[in-house]
């Protein structure tokens, strides 16, 4: 019934809206600067449209990226910038701090993602009222089956990287 | 399209379930979420609570409740505090929550910078906040910090280069937030969630997150422009950059409002759509007119500048009122929603309601301050006060409240209590009401905004008594929402949450409460996505087929 | 009392507009919970309505056109009034007003008459800007230090003073009468102080006073 409306002509559609609103803003005689200063925002919409296009073509899709299963480079990578922005009111000392946080962001950063395609443990959480589904159809079941596959391997995942790591500290 | 996750690789690292690095290292977008709005719940009491100060302060004239300096640190912090470091998290917080599960999405798109936005808002708004312990004390040149008054020849103390740090650090953590939860809902949808079936909710943080990542770079590039001046002073003895600031820093400000108001008109929908029965009332025509609104409102900046003498009044004016349009549209599908609907008075329906008639004065004064003939009278006075906070508090708060109320049971698995829910409820409608009510006849009467106290003789005591009074009801309200939420967790065996408890439309009731590390998984599987509510339409398939024909 | 006089007529039709629109809304939202009372289920499947919705959407534009138009009409009026090319009449006086942290200096152009004073607790002391009653005045607006505005509340009049620049605004103080100024901008530690007052005196008197 409705043709498919692509995400990325949502952008579009929107960095077209404001276009047509910075060129309106020509017609009331505001200061170019200004006028420029709303065109530049167009344009990162613009930028935004475009991501979304590349990102909507990956060929490879989702399967091709890693999944990340911890954060600890976030933390390390927020205090490096707070660091280092800290320097500019405290003194340009503490900016030589910031590269002790920002290395071991980096360091963190490798280890905390599966390798391609490895799936993290999809662990239950219980609940009082586990509702079946209503509708009978085949998505439904498939998508159960297929995440239980990745359940059970994934479990053995974790077995191996428990059974790793107790190794590595021997 | 959905997110595969197949497994035929060997196992690498797998995440900790042990707290709290299972919190603060979890790549959950739920989990994240949580600590977003936790860490801005607790911010929400700090803020409010400056602001009772404030309040307190002003219930009479030629009061020393406080004194001048910290008057003016209070309104700055409460005012940045409750922008840049409350609201605008909460409502992005709402999106990272909800959108992934809206969309049947397993996670959110690029965790890790997720969770990096996170400790870029909470390392900032610790900064900001350290200023109250330096010697000149906190940043005191209220929100808007204008230049040269926040440069450093006015303002030398430490705590307004804390201030900047902080703020810069937490609005890039904002824009960092908003990027992966647009790219969720645009790229990483489940099979069959066409764009035209994402939830109202969804397509509200669709405009929500375009206009952070349009707008919130202006702000990093003002508050860049302010730590220059913290440094060489005298660029702001040019005209050209005080007015630049200006225009820099609105043409973030009015977006960021809208920012903070979206997400939570969004869970209003959720909510009258949910406690009516029905489908939201012109899914399209709502959707359109969302994104018209964002668009718009990039473009009204300069309705705060109308006393600069120095923009073009009348293409700001112009398209403020245009933003008439897309409100009365929105108002039009929620009355529509509504009207002849069984409604259930739940208590996120009771806020959601009161959101519409409370916001409605917001929107409706709001046309007044985008008048200049009018706004050369209100600008700088407790008119454009009263009316901004009609708009945050009157209506976004019970927004969120609404929301907070609706999705607490998903997120937690906890009911919370319909008692101190109702008596949280009729106390917030009364203390906003009587705080914020009187504040249009201050500011019709000349009472400036930012002043620390005022002279008996200018006659604005009687109004003030009354607004203060309200706002002491209004702190009362906030205990007893905390109650309610002490109460909740205390007595949480006996207040378990269905997974669905409120028959609610969309896919985040299709799984458990709370919901499953990705979203979906064996026993709760997506269900058949037919439309922007796949539960509603499952359920009345169910009565239609048990119905004998 | 250009500004007063059209803010007083723009208010009176923007807040009529804003009652009958929260009336109609209000009464909408009453209806709702009234029939929500009703014990017959609800039958209503339509969700949209484009055609209505479309319609609305176009008398929604049509009422923001309105606005627009007798807004900016007004707008226009007041600018013509209070714009510093007028020369019908022109100013009987001009004022070069100068904000700083924390007071007012008013600088005459004839007689290089200055008036200052002391922006304090009580507005004992406050600096006075005489002007002719009945007759256009020019300020000039500018800053030595920080953004500060010019406010006279009963008057609906404000304008910004900014440092390295000027603006000029034009009023006519149609009786004599004196009337209590603000800062409106957040200008530091005093601006909650910071106060002063026009007295507009007949024409003769300022005569007077200007060349004492
Ligand atoms: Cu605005
Ligand atoms: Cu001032």
Excluded at chain 2, 82 to 96: K, S
Excluded at chain 3, 33 to 56: C, F, I, Q, T, W
Aim: charged share 15%; aromatic share 12%; net charge positive.
């Amino acid at each position: 019934m409705n043709p498919a409306l692509k995400p990325v002509l949502v952008v579009l559609g929107w960095a077209a809206f404001n276009a047509v609103l910075v060129l309106l803003m020509l017609v009331y005689g505001e200061n170019a600067l200004f006028i420029g200063m709303y065109g530049a925002a167009v344009g990162l919409a613009l930028l935004v449209a475009g991501a979304v296009f590349l990102g909507r073509r990956d060929p490879a899709g989702q399967g091709r990226r890693t999944v990340a299963v911890a954060s600890q480079s976030g933390l390390l990578f927020a205090l490096a910038a707070v660091l280092a922005g800290a320097g500019l009111i405290f003194g340009y000392w503490l900016t030589g701090f910031a590269i002790i946080p920002l290395l071991a962001a980096l360091a963190r950063q490798r280890k905390e993602v599966l390798p391609r395609g490895a799936a993290p443990a999809a662990t239950e959480v219980s609940t009082l009222h586990s509702q079946r589904p209503q509708g009978g159809d085949g998505g439904p079941v498939a998508k159960g089956v297929k995440a239980a596959t990745a359940t059970v391997v994934a479990a053995k995942a974790a077995g191996w990287w428990r059974r790793r790591r107790r190794s590595s500290r021997t | 399209m959905t997110s595969r996750l197949t497994a035929t690789e060997p196992p690498g690292p797998q995440p900790t379930h042990e707290p709290p690095r299972s919190w603060l290292a979890s790549t959950d977008h739920k989990r994240i979420a949580i600590l977003t709005l936790g860490t801005a719940l607790v911010l929400l009491f700090a803020m409010g609570g400056l602001a009772l100060a404030m309040r307190t302060q002003l219930a009479q004239p030629d009061s020393d409740f406080v004194q001048n300096d910290t008057y003016n640190q209070l309104f700055t912090m409460h005012g940045s505090g409750m922008i840049y470091l409350v609201i605008t998290p909460m409502a992005l917080a709402l999106g990272l929550y909800l959108v992934p599960l809206q969309v049947g999405s397993p996670t959110v798109a690029a965790p890790r910078t997720t969770m990096l936005g996170y400790w870029l808002y909470v390392l900032g708004a610790i900064a900001v906040l350290s200023g109250f312990l330096t010697a000149g004390g906190a940043a005191k040149e209220g929100w808007t910090a204008y230049t040269p008054l926040s440069s450093a020849r006015f303002a030398p103390n430490v705590g307004t280069d804390l201030w900047i740090l902080g703020n810069f650090a937490s609005s890039l953590g904002m824009i960092l937030i908003a990027g992966t939860v647009l790219w969720t809902v645009l790229l990483k949808r489940a099979r069959g969630m066409t764009m035209l079936r994402v939830p109202v909710f969804s397509w509200a943080m669709v405009a929500t997150n375009l206009m952070v990542l349009a707008a919130f770079p202006s702000l990093l590039i003002a508050l860049g422009l302010l730590a220059v001046g913290r440094m060489s002073p005298d660029v702001f003895s040019s005209n050209v950059w005080n007015i630049g600031y200006q225009h820099l820093f609105w043409f973030y400000g009015h977006p960021v409002v809208y920012v903070m108001f979206f997400p939570f008109v969004g869970a209003v929908a959720e909510v009258l759509a949910t406690f009516a029965r029905r489908r939201f009332f012109g899914y399209k025509a709502t959707v359109l007119s969302l994104l018209a609104f964002a668009a718009l409102s990039m473009s009204v900046w300069g309705h705060h500048m109308f006393t600069t003498g120095q923009v073009a009044d009348d293409y700001y004016s112009l398209t403020s009122i245009a933003l008439l349009v897309p409100a009365g549209i929105e108002y039009f599908a929620m009355l529509g929603t509504i009207i002849g609907a069984r409604l259930r008075f739940s208590v996120p329906m009771l806020f959601a309601l009161a959101f519409i008639p409370q916001f409605l004065v917001g929107g409706l004064t709001g046309i007044m301050v985008a008048t200049p003939v009018l706004d050369y009278q209100m600008q700088d006075s407790y008119f454009v006060v009263a009316h901004f906070h009609y708009t945050l508090a009157a209506g976004s708060l019970f927004g969120f409240f609404a929301g907070f109320y609706f999705w607490f049971p998903k997120a937690t698995g906890i009911m919370l209590g319909k008692g101190l829910g109702h008596v949280h409820f009729w106390l917030m409608v009364v203390g906003i009401n009587a705080t914020f009510l009187p504040m249009f006849w201050l500011g019709m009467e000349g009472m400036p905004r930012r002043v620390a106290s005022y002279l008996p003789t200018d006659g604005f005591g009687t109004l003030n008594f009354i607004s203060t009074v309200g706002s002491w009801v209004l702190g009362v309200a906030m205990l007893a929402f905390a109650a309610n939420l002490v109460v909740s967790i205390v007595r949480r065996r006996t207040r378990r949450a269905a997974d669905n408890p409120w028959e609610a439309h969309t896919l985040e009731w299709a799984t458990s409460s709370p919901p499953p590390p990705l979203n979906f998984d064996a026993a709760h599987p997506l269900p058949p996505i037919t439309s922007f509510t796949p539960l509603l339409d499952l359920r009345r398939k169910h009565v239609k087929d048990r119905e004998p024909t | 009392m250009q500004f007063r006089q059209v803010f007083e007529d723009i208010f009176r039709f923007e807040i009529l507009l804003a009652a009958g629109v929260f009336a109609a809304i209000a009464a909408a939202l009453l209806l709702a919970l009234a029939l929500s009372r009703k014990k017959s289920g609800d039958r209503r499947r339509r969700d949209s309505h484009p055609l209505v919705e479309g319609g609305y959407a176009l008398v929604l534009a049509a009422v923001a056109g309105v606005i627009v138009y007798i807004t900016a009409s007004a707008h226009d009026e007041v600018r013509e009034a209070s714009t510093t090319n007028r020369t019908d009449p022109a100013p009987a006086a001009e004022v070069k007003v100068t904000a700083f942290q924390w007071c007012w200096q008013f600088d005459y152009a004839r007689n290089d008459k200055t008036v200052t004073g002391v922006c304090s607790e009580k507005d004992r002391k406050l600096p006075t800007l005489i002007v002719p009653a009945g007759q256009p005045v020019k300020f000039n607006l500018t800053s030595s230090d920080v953004i500060h505005s010019f406010w006279i509340p009963d008057l609906a009049v404000k304008m910004d003073a900014f440092p390295d620049h000027t603006n000029s605004v034009t009023l006519t103080f149609d009786h004599p009468g004196r009337w209590l100024g603000r800062c409106a901008e957040f200008c530091g530690p005093y601006h909650p102080s910071m106060h002063f007052y026009v007295r507009a005196v007949p024409p003769e008197q300022y005569e007077q006073w200007v060349q004492a």
